[in-house]
């Protein structure tokens, strides 16, 4: 089974600083790892994932996150916020070659000041 | 294609009353879900359908709780009788393992059924 481990339940931030939102997982097989956003009153949409290949995934609205095997770490970062980027973040892991489920971890509340 | 579709997206019914939330998954989706989400809990997965089946009911509360896929593009949450700890926002997600589509392994949420039972 896999779990996965969602250090801060939230992350205030100024407009334009930089931010990184952070993912640890537990797991005995190889691991697919996603980023999901909800903004208010919608559901979870992706924003990157990883799969295999490159450690440095790029997703939509200027987010990065870096696959950290031996740190068994899935962080998510931007250089610069905006207030648009309010929002909740749930790091997620599946095991593709044990539970295709993901598991989601509890959500990390980013909140962007002016 | 339209995403995933669910209704109601507001529900509010009176304690031991019968809701019925609704999902009309993406086409050639084979993969269904229905989460709940709370502050208290955040994200719980209830239940799952791989191909229409029912594979893990384990996170169904309780037998007030039911749900069913009569087919590929349609499924239903029943909670028959209706509690008030049962207010929570409903989502259903669907998704594909198959390789040759673009979007395979990820989960596409609907945007929910916000339920109040009083």
């Known amino acids: 089974a896999q779990s996965v481990t969602q250090l801060d339940s939230q992350v205030p931030v100024f407009e334009e600083a930089p931010v990184e939102l952070r993912c640890n997982y537990s797991?005995?097989?190889?691991?697919?790892l996603f980023w999901y956003v909800q903004y208010p009153n919608q559901g979870l949409q992706l924003l990157l994932k990883?799969?295999?290949?490159?450690?440095l995934v790029k997703g939509i609205n200027g987010f990065e996150a870096e696959f950290n095997k031996s740190q068994t770490s899935f962080h998510l970062r931007k250089p610069s916020v905006h207030i648009s980027d309010t929002a909740e973040y749930f790091c997620?892991?599946?095991?593709?070659?044990?539970?295709?489920?993901?598991?989601f971890g509890r959500g990390t509340s980013l909140i962007v000041h002016p | 294609d339209a995403g995933v579709i669910q209704s109601p997206r507001h529900e509010v019914t009176e304690m031991g009353q019968e809701v019925t939330l609704r999902c009309k998954p993406i086409?050639?989706?084979?993969?269904l879900f229905w989460y709940r989400q709370t502050m208290m809990r955040g994200l719980e997965l209830l239940i799952y359908?791989?191909?229409?089946?029912?594979?893990?009911d384990s996170g169904m509360p309780e037998d007030r709780f039911s749900a069913k896929m009569p087919n590929a593009s349609f499924s239903t949450l029943k909670i028959q009788p209706s509690e008030p700890r049962d207010s929570a926002v409903y989502f259903c997600?669907?998704?594909?393992?198959?390789?040759?589509?673009?979007?395979?392994?990820?989960?596409?949420f609907g945007p929910g059924t916000r339920l109040t039972v009083t």
């Open positions: 797991s005995s097989v190889s691991v697919y």
């Open positions: 997620a892991v599946s095991a593709p070659g044990g539970s295709y489920i993901p598991t």
């Open positions: 990883y799969l295999s290949g490159s450690t």
């Open positions: 359908f791989n191909n229409n089946v029912p594979i893990d």
């Open positions: 086409s050639g989706h084979d993969y």
């Open positions: 997600a669907s998704s594909s393992r198959d390789r040759g589509l673009a979007g395979a392994d990820e989960q596409y």
